[in-house]
């Protein structure tokens, strides 16, 4: 079975600085998939990143990049000009690749991110 | 185009009674999933689907029903409430074969006194 663990459970930033999330993760699999999600305090679950697990290139989403280390089983979320919307829980999810069986997502326990004027 | 919808967003049921939270995708995707997001321990898989009359038990199963008569729609069943499931419920589907992330709904929060 597959784990993901967020160690920081709350941090802050200033406005316009960077801030960098992280994650690890365990697994047996070599081709899979990892993502973060946003939920704000509306609730609503918004994904920000993904990132394939053969591909050695750091996916990165305007503000949002990924630093993706195979080996070592991280996967930490890098938020540069941090904005007040970027105030937030953060989730980190791994999914098996479509054949190596079950599809669903597995998700860390969250980090609560808040943005500081 | 609604994406995922859950019903209702709010419920508060009594221990013993049964009910069932709605969902549905209109984006035909094949694989859909219910979670319940408990404080401090992230969102936890109870139920999955990899498509119409097919099911399968996620990490924390007990105590739910599911099934899957149509490609839109996966209602999640509470057969006797308890107050352990107290939580926020999540439906989320996606599509096959692209490794895509999963949308989710709104969320239904419900409280079981």
């Known amino acids: 079975a597959q784990t993901v663990t967020q160690s920081q459970p709350e941090m802050s930033v200033q406005e316009a600085e960077t801030v960098t999330l992280s994650c690890t993760y365990d697994?047996?699999?070599?081709?899979?998939?990892l993502f973060w999600y946003k939920q704000p305090p509306s609730r609503q679950m918004i994904l920000v990143i993904r990132?394939?697990?053969?591909?050695?290139q750091n996916a990165t989403e305007n503000r949002f990049s990924v630093n993706f280390q195979k080996a070592a089983k991280s996967f930490s979320l890098k938020i540069s000009d941090s904005q007040l919307g970027d105030t937030a829980m953060y989730f980190c999810?791994?999914?098996?690749?479509?054949?190596?069986?079950?599809?669903?997502?597995?998700f860390g326990s969250g980090t609560r991110l808040q943005v500081q004027p | 185009n609604a994406g995922v919808t859950q019903t209702p967003k709010f419920q508060v049921l009594k221990t013993g009674q049964s009910m069932t939270l709605q969902c549905a995708q209109d984006?035909?995707?094949?694989?859909m999933s219910w979670y319940r997001q408990d404080p401090g321990m992230g969102l936890r898989l109870i139920h999955y689907?990899?498509?119409?009359?097919?099911?399968d038990q996620g990490e924390v199963p007990n105590g739910y029903n599911v099934s899957r008569s149509t490609t839109e729609d996966f209602p999640l069943r509470l057969l006797s409430a308890a107050p352990s499931q107290t939580s926020v419920y999540f439906c989320?589907?996606?599509?096959?074969?692209?490794?895509?992330?999963?949308?989710f709904g709104s969320g239904t929060r419900l409280t079981v006194v």
């Open positions: 990132q394939e697990a053969y591909k050695q």
């Open positions: 999810a791994f999914m098996k690749h479509e054949s190596e069986g079950r599809r669903a997502l597995t």
């Open positions: 689907s990899v498509g119409a009359g097919i099911t």
């Open positions: 697994t047996s699999e070599n081709n899979y998939y």
């Open positions: 984006m035909n995707h094949e694989y």
């Open positions: 989320a589907s996606r599509p096959t074969g692209t490794g895509t992330g999963y949308t």
